[in-house]
């Protein structure tokens, strides 16, 4: 079922009845792109000493250049540590970072080792001595939920349904979460029944939201943008579709620009050669943006787009995008992804369109920059889909579950609980 809850005046305060929370995340602190766990660890740390964990390797490892970086960046972060001042993305002052050195194969024959190395690599939480919350971003959980107070599963993708993730590992997890979670978020309608589906009982939907207040400040005026339409996000070609974008970029010529913006998917089945093909036809890559320069360029532009393909995988995802563009005062088009389907229900900023076809022309219908007044009208509509209000639900939910757990369960600092 889904559960409502409604926002509530959050706090502050480190005595010893607040909790500390643990966060599981599915990314490296550092990624490229910042997700919604990202932003949930800011939310929390303005409330609460927090622990980000960064992934514990769902997808495959495959021996090119990217991985091996990334596992030579988590080795060094093991063994000295994340120092806040040189992070790539800022970690909060009440927030502290884990790099764990498991084995990123989620089966029988490594499952006690992990659990073991994971279990040590969160000693600090495990043994604190005020309540344990437990936020997990994933499902491969290896039983710390034994040491919480309180256990919540914030669901953001259909995991099993992206290519190369260990799809038993996260059923696997489900299943067993499914009895243990006291809450569970889903961040679209379609995560939501996936998650009833899989035995989940008390369900919030919460659509992704975006750090709105960056974009609007980089919002121009219309004498300053051009006809340019923008996609911003990782260009994977499980995500994108490719064949829309090459024929949206050919019907552009002479009427505006394609940019592009992110990181590139590598490895088997990366984007590099889509990429060049794009290009070859006259759209633009810009590399990967930090938030506050992609907020510059958006700024400049006419539309903003979702142009994913059709899938098992994107019919679950929410694209904070939406909002980070319509901040930007920037007009939406999408394709038929269904959280967006429901968005350009509320709206007539957003357009989900119908086929390739209404796609493109819907993109050269408003490529040219809109007014002032409609382009100021998005920024407002995008105000009630910023980090402020959903930062203080999420610290609200975190304020009450404590004393929601501490009503059944006794207290013993590192020990399992129930």
């Not at 120092?83 to 490594?110: D, F, G, M, W």
């Not at 930007?328 to 999408?334: A, D, H, I, K, T």
């Not at 930062?391 to 009503?407: E, F, N, Q, T, V």
Request: aromatic share 6%; net charge neutral.
């Amino acid at each position: 079922m889904t559960t409502p809850l409604s926002p509530a005046g959050s706090t502050a305060g480190a005595d010893s009845s607040q909790p500390t929370i643990l966060v599981l995340g599915t990314a490296e602190w550092n990624s490229q792109i910042a997700t919604n766990q990202h932003y949930v660890v800011r939310e929390l740390a303005r409330d609460f000493d927090t622990y980000f964990v960064e992934s514990l390797g769902l997808r495959r490892v495959r021996l090119d250049s990217k991985d091996v970086s990334r596992l030579a960046k988590r080795l060094r972060h093991a063994v000295v540590g994340h120092e806040k001042a040189n992070a790539y993305r800022p970690i909060p002052e009440r927030a502290k970072v884990i790099s764990p050195l498991i084995v990123p194969i989620h089966q029988a024959p490594t499952r006690l080792p992990n659990r073991l190395l994971l279990e040590r690599a969160v000693a600090e939480w495990r043994r604190s001595p005020r309540p344990r919350i437990l936020w997990t971003f994933t499902p491969v959980t290896y039983d710390l939920e034994q040491y919480a107070d309180y256990t919540l599963y914030h669901c953001v993708d259909i995991l099993q349904a992206f290519p190369g993730i260990d799809a038993s590992a996260v059923s696997v997890g489900e299943r067993n979460l499914a009895h243990r979670a006291d809450l569970t978020i889903g961040t679209s309608g379609a995560v939501t029944a996936h998650l009833t589906d899989a035995g989940f009982t008390e369900v919030l939907t919460l659509p992704n939201v975006a750090d709105i207040d960056v974009f609007s400040a980089g919002s121009r005026p219309a004498a300053e943008r051009r006809p340019a339409a923008l996609f911003a996000g990782n260009l994977s070609p499980h995500k994108l579709d490719f064949a829309l974008l090459r024929t949206l970029t050919t019907a552009l010529r002479g009427h505006g620009e394609l940019l592009l913006a992110g990181p590139i998917a590598a490895g088997g089945g990366g984007f590099d050669r889509e990429l060049a093909e794009l290009e070859r036809l006259g759209a633009r890559y810009l590399g990967v943006l930090t938030l506050d320069r992609l907020a510059e360029v958006a700024g400049t532009c006419s539309v903003g787009l979702i142009p994913y393909a059709l899938n098992e995988y994107t019919a679950g995802v929410s694209p904070l995008k939406c909002y980070e563009y319509l901040a930007s005062g920037l007009n939406v088009v999408s394709t038929a992804i269904p959280d967006v389907v429901q968005a350009a229900a509320r709206t007539d900023q957003i357009v989900a369109a119908a086929s390739a076809d209404d796609f493109v022309r819907r993109v050269l219908d408003t490529i040219r920059p809109a007014e002032d007044d409609v382009a100021a009208a998005r920024v407002r509509y995008a105000g009630d889909y910023g980090w402020s209000g959903r930062g203080g639900l999420l610290r609200d939910i975190a304020h009450r579950m404590p004393r929601r757990a501490h009503d059944a369960v006794g207290d013993g600092a590192g020990e399992p609980r129930g």
